[in-house]
């Protein structure tokens, strides 16, 4: 969360925002695992066209003219059943990093809208899991005003996600 106690930094940086100046970084515990291993620091990309309004777990796509859509991701762990990814947005759209997660076939965990009923039901009941799988933890930007870039990173340990991940039995 980004806060501003003035009204003309809050436009300044709602103006960031809306003018793709603010690089993105997050954390995203999928359902799957991926060929590649772990840790080998290699960044991979989902570029799936979307459209502008999302469409729900049956059409993630959305139903409007699709416009590209870039998301690059690496993977950071993996266990039996999950991966832990870290993720930066190239492009921006409405829902970018659970649309394409669903249509890579690694829907992020607990998404109520993209993911299946029945792994929500399953990490719900059986794992006393109730969040959905994504964290921002990192934002970079240049505050307005000033000439030096400030990175913005959150020291969540995110202990839900962990442990859902780490009680899975780790593969990498």
């Not at 009204?7 to 515990?29: D, H, P, Q």
């Not at 997660?101 to 899991?129: C, E, F, M």
């Not at 921002?136 to 990173?153: A, D, M, N, S, Y």
Request: glycine share 8%.
């Amino acid at each position: 969360m980004l806060l501003a106690t003035d009204i003309n930094v809050l436009r300044k940086l709602s103006e960031l925002f809306v003018n793709g100046r603010v690089k993105k970084r997050y954390l995203a515990l999928v359902h799957g695992v991926f060929d590649r291993e772990a840790g080998s620091n290699q960044y991979h990309i989902w570029d799936y066209p979307l459209s502008k309004t999302a469409g729900g777990r049956e059409d993630p796509v959305g139903k409007d003219r699709r416009v590209n859509c870039i998301t690059r991701y690496r993977v950071l762990q993996q266990s039996s059943r999950y991966s832990l990814l870290e993720i930066e947005l190239i492009t921006g759209r409405k829902h970018q990093i659970r649309r394409h997660a669903k249509l890579s076939g690694h829907p992020v965990t607990g998404d109520t809208r993209y993911g299946s009923k029945k792994s929500i039901s399953y990490l719900r009941n059986a794992l006393s899991y109730h969040r959905l799988g994504l964290h921002c933890k990192c934002l970079e930007f240049v505050p307005p005003g000033q000439k030096e870039e400030v990175r913005i990173t959150s020291e969540n340990p995110l202990t839900d996600m962990d442990k859902l991940l780490s009680g899975d039995g780790l593969k990498m």
